[in-house]
């Protein structure tokens, strides 16, 4: 900070001190993010970001910003929050109770817009103000008819506080070939030049339809429109009880050995999400909810909740806990549809009740499927050095549950649903130790879910779009005390479409670390084949790829193709071999130097051989491919190097096609070892990628089709710049 702001006014003072359990980089954080305000954000021009990440503490910042923003000059707050009655309410309580001692005092005033007076006078105005609204059309033409109407209000100095910045504040549509203001978007902006002295801060954990706005928008519908692209950005800490996209989806979760991490996943076979949108006895019938394998992930994914909070409270208990206080959750979160969600309720109900069942009358079954969750459960206690209860105490413990109505099950279908369901502390009510919700999109921004211990989620968009699956994570949070019982189910494609984007916020933050969004390339292909920049704003988030340092580009789910017939492979393979002997042989000591050209050859006479039959393998774009290569060869210091890829082969490799049934993964993901390719690359990827061609045998007991076949694997040399590729660009 250039400038110290007053840490020692009555506000900021007094809130520091009833609140000594904040860590020292949030009070830190608040500071320097109120030196910025008023430093580069003083207009409405200028909003600043304050960048978290989901459920990890960003209202608490954003509080603790606006107790040093009243002691810096700042008389009126407006909190803008998503269009959710249940979340603003959730949001004028939390206000209300973190500022309570200023209330008592007559010092603060807070209103939710729609229920505001219509005018204030002077002595009203003497005190500080906050106004509580909805980004929503009403709620907004309210705080713009309040300022608008009232020149001393409007002349006080006043911090827009934008909660889930991303969440309709900005946005444009085309219409006739213009570029147009959404609605809230023009308000939002009136709201602003309603303001003579205004500084907005934007909080959000999923901020890329803000950075990649462009700087300067002209559009047919407003007079004067201001795009709130951040002009600066502080991050929210992050401490190291958090649970995120790094512990779900970092290196730990891919690992070949058993790590807690990888030990959360469990796969989910895509056709099941089919069978939980309607009844269909074609697939199974209700009475065999236990035995029936059509289902299988989704009974494993409710017993696996059921052991795990049985667990937990066990060893709770043990540990001096009041069992009272010992509850956890489930969510199942698949469809949008509240038919959907009917059908979900119904299966899971007649789960639980035939448990209960099984349970009374001492049926194997419910041995059975016990023992397999408290196995699977023991692996992640025993790594995280945590008590394993004897299974015959599990056992009894379930069975009392089950039999006892200790589980409740929820639908969420609405805000008013959410309304209902909240507790004090804007948290979804636990009623029971066991709690299962079962809900759709209403279930994402501001929702916390205490305790979540399981986590189904099957949502299938055409397009993944970062910020709405993002906010869909509702797992995470300050988790870590529950990891070791917590587990995510979900389809090999959906999980792979969560990893690319995790990679991709994680790229996102480390450019913002290291001073800003400039700092990552922003590329596409041009018509011509080329790869050209790409303004940040033109890029669809749902269509990049993140290119690092070492970054792997591999096929993965394919099948190879037959060996003869119309679309046999054996003779393209063939010719592969003879090209690859030529150019670089087999299992050489080092990887040779090739034209670029040769490279995207290769890979496009390997593309006809690999099928991908399978509905829910991840996708895998060649063009893109392709087009990284192209990218990357491009980005050596001398350019008199560029242009250029290392190239190595290895032939007799047995990869299998799917992984182990202990595994958490559906299909091999490395048929690369760290211990050759691995060492390769260390040792000779240094300003160029490598081209790794694995020639398999391809034998059918490995899954394939008794033909070889090459598995082409890219990695992004060691020092590259960290670029977004995207396949897919805004016309």
């Known amino acids: ?50 960048l978290g990440k989901v459920q990890s503490g960003k209202t608490r910042t954003f509080i603790t910003v606006l107790a040093a923003a009243f002691d810096n000059g700042f008389d009126i707050a407006i909190v803008l929050s998503k269009n959710s009655r249940a979340l603003i309410e959730q949001t004028a309580k939390r206000l209300n109770r973190e500022f309570s001692m200023f209330i008592e005092d007559g010092e603060l005033e807070i209103y939710d817009i729609m229920h505001a007076p219509e005018s204030f006078g002077e002595f009203e105005l003497d005190s500080k103000l906050i106004f509580v609204g909805k980004k929503q059309s009403d709620n907004l033409r309210r705080l713009i008819d309040l300022f608008t109407r009232h020149p001393a209000m409007a002349r006080k100095r006043t911090i827009i506080i934008d909660d889930e910045a991303d969440n309709a504040s900005i946005g444009y549509s085309i219409k006739q070939g213009l570029l147009e203001a959404r609605t809230i978007a023009k308000q939002v902006s009136e709201l602003r030049n309603a303001i003579t002295q205004s500084s907005f801060l934007q909080v959000t954990a999923t901020p890329y339809s803000l950075y990649l706005q462009p700087y300067d928008v002209s559009v047919t519908n407003a007079l004067e429109f201001k795009p709130t692209r951040p002009a600066f950005t502080k991050l929210v800490p992050v401490p190291p009880e958090y649970v995120g996209g790094e512990t779900y989806f970092g290196p730990s979760s891919r690992s070949h050995e058993d790590t807690l991490e990888s030990l959360i996943h469990h796969t989910v076979d895509h056709r099941e999400f089919e069978r939980l949108k309607r009844y269909d006895r074609r697939s199974f019938k209700l009475e065999d909810v236990l035995t029936t394998p059509t289902i299988d992930g989704f009974r494993r994914a409710i017993v696996n909740f059921i052991v795990g909070g049985c667990i937990q409270r066990i060893n709770g208990v043990a540990a001096g806990a009041k069992d009272k206080k010992l509850r956890y959750s489930f969510l199942l979160h698949s469809e949008a549809g509240k038919d959907a969600h009917s059908w979900q309720g119904m299966l899971t109900e007649a789960m639980v009740q035939k448990l209960a069942s099984a349970a009374a009358a001492d049926e194997p079954v419910f041995q059975e499927l016990v023992t397999a969750a408290f196995a699977d459960l023991a692996k992640s206690l025993a790594l995280a050095s945590l008590p394993v209860p004897p299974k015959l105490v599990v056992l009894a413990a379930v069975k009392e549950a089950v039999t006892r109505e200790y589980i409740t099950i929820a639908k969420v279908n609405s805000d008013d649903d959410v309304a209902a369901l909240l507790d004090n502390s804007g948290q979804l009510k636990l009623r029971t130790p066991l709690n299962i919700f079962i809900g759709g999109q209403v279930l994402d921004r501001g929702v916390t879910l205490a305790n979540l211990i399981g986590f189904y989620y099957g949502r299938r968009p055409n397009r993944f779009q970062q910020d709405t ?90 099948q190879s193709g037959y060996k003869t017939g119309a679309q046999g492979i054996g003779k393209m393979v063939e010719a592969l071999d003879a090209r690859v002997s030529t150019i670089c042989g087999f299992n050489a000591d080092a990887p040779k130097l090739v034209p670029l050209a040769t490279a995207l050859s290769l890979l496009s006479d390997i593309e006809p051989t690999l099928h991908f039959p399978e509905d829910d393998a991840p996708p895998f774009d060649w063009i893109a491919a392709r087009a990284a290569l192209t990218h990357l060869s491009q980005q050596h210091p001398d350019p008199a190097k560029r242009g250029q890829v290392l190239l190595w082969a290895a032939k007799e490799r047995d990869s299998a096609r799917m992984a182990s049934a202990s595994s958490h ?38 899954g394939w089709r008794d033909t070889p076949f090459y598995w082409p694997v890219v990695r992004a040399q060691a020092r590259t710049p960290t670029a977004i590729y995207t396949a897919e660009t805004i016309d």
Request: aromatic share 8%; glycine share 6%.
């Open 665 to 702: 993964a559906t299909y091999i993901e490395t048929p690369d070892s760290e211990k050759t390719e691995g060492q390769l690359a260390k040792t000779y990827a240094i300003d160029h990628p490598i081209l790794f061609l694995l020639r398999q045998d391809g034998a059918a007991e490995k």
């Open 469 to 558: 699956v993002l906010q869909h994570s509702r797992m995470y949070g300050y988790r870590r005390p529950d990891l070791a019982v917590t587990r995510f189910y979900t389809s090999p494609a959906i999980r792979f479409a969560m990893a690319q984007m995790e990679e991709f916020d994680q790229s996102l933050r480390s450019a913002i670390e290291a001073g800003g969004d400039k700092a990552v390339q922003f590329i596409r292909t041009a018509s011509d084949g080329s790869i050209v920049p790409c303004s940040p704003n033109k890029i669809l988030v749902a269509t990049t790829q993140t290119l690092r340092p070492h970054k792997r580009i591999l096929p993965i789910g394919f």
């Open 1 to 50: 900070m250039s400038n110290p702001i007053n840490t020692r006014g009555l506000f900021y003072s007094a809130y520091r001190g009833a609140n000594q359990s904040f860590s020292i980089e949030t009070f830190t954080c608040a500071e320097e993010t109120v030196a910025a305000l008023l430093e580069t954000a003083t207009t409405s021009d200028h909003p600043g970001m304050l």
